[in-house]
């Protein structure tokens, strides 16, 4: 069939968002209560890599262990299983536990989406790793302040390590069809597009949720012996970083899948327009 205007527009209204059903998970972590509808990735036989998560002063502390995604390597993620698009929220503040900033590197903390896998340590296989995660943090050199994006693609990661605020910063992950599109908003500042990740590959249902990793020079030791670390941890333990998650927020997308990714791609479409107004609202 020939593409036209006319076609691609068919597509985008063929394929509006469903009704917002998942808004309801969102929370603003007002006491320990809100864990409660979180699931945990700890799969049976692996160490947990984190401190079991809390909920202190209103707000979700995520804090680490020497761990990472990386790979095969994993390590601590709380989600939601989310069928279909979504636009996934979270206001996150990530420090060290006595700096500003983190001073061990690749400690990072945000946003996690990730293929459904049903593991434990008798039965994992390598290569069958499919995700992806937008986090803040400090990456290389450690204690200046960085945004992580990482895509892994049956356990092969590719990563960017990019300039990053340091507070408090909302970071979001939109998602329509295959294309993945990662935004950022610091403090007082507006919501500015980072990346679009293109993924055919991940399936309609997947994990969407939070995580947070830290001092990957304590877990490069063994690498790659990742059932070793799965079900160890890492040989040596520096892990510095704390992650302070004021909210989560995920809802519907206005708008369905459009086979353009880029939202400022020429708007000879209204879609196009209403798709990046849509990612960029609250």
Do not use: C
Not at 69 to 92: C, K, M, P, V
Not at 219 to 228: G, K, T, W
């Amino acid at each position: 069939m020939k593409t036209t205007v006319a076609s691609i527009a068919l597509v985008a209204s063929a394929t509006l968002a469903q009704a917002d059903d998942i808004s309801a998970l969102s929370t603003t972590f007002d006491d320990a209560s809100a864990l409660e509808a979180w699931s945990e990735h700890l799969p049976d036989g692996f160490t947990r890599k984190w401190q079991e998560p809390r909920v202190e002063d209103g707000r979700l502390v995520l804090q680490p262990v020497s761990s990472g995604w990386f790979e095969d390597n994993q390590a601590g993620h709380l989600y939601h299983q989310i069928s279909g698009d979504f636009i996934a929220t979270t206001r996150i503040e990530v420090t060290g536990i006595e700096a500003d900033l983190p001073q061990t590197s690749f400690s990072l903390a945000g946003l996690f989406v990730r293929a459904p896998r049903e593991v434990s340590a008798a039965t994992w296989i390598p290569g069958q790793e499919n995700w992806l995660f937008f986090s803040i943090g400090t990456a290389a050199p450690a204690g200046e302040p960085h945004y992580e994006l990482k895509t892994t693609t049956n356990s092969l990661s590719t990563l960017q390590i990019l300039p990053a605020p340091t507070g408090s910063v909302d970071l979001r992950i939109a998602r329509h069809g295959e294309i993945f599109t990662l935004l950022t908003r610091p403090a007082g500042q507006e919501w500015e597009v980072v990346e679009q990740i293109i993924r055919p590959d991940l399936p309609l249902v997947l994990n969407v949720g939070l995580t947070a990793y830290a001092d990957y020079d304590s877990v490069a030791p063994i690498y790659p012996n990742f059932q070793l670390y799965n079900t160890e941890g890492a040989p040596t333990e520096n892990a510095d970083l704390i992650a302070h998650v004021d909210s989560f927020n995920i809802r519907r997308p206005a708008t369905g899948r459009l086979p353009i990714a880029n939202i400022d791609a020429p708007a000879f479409l209204d879609v196009i327009a209403q798709r990046r107004d849509d990612v960029m609202a609250d």
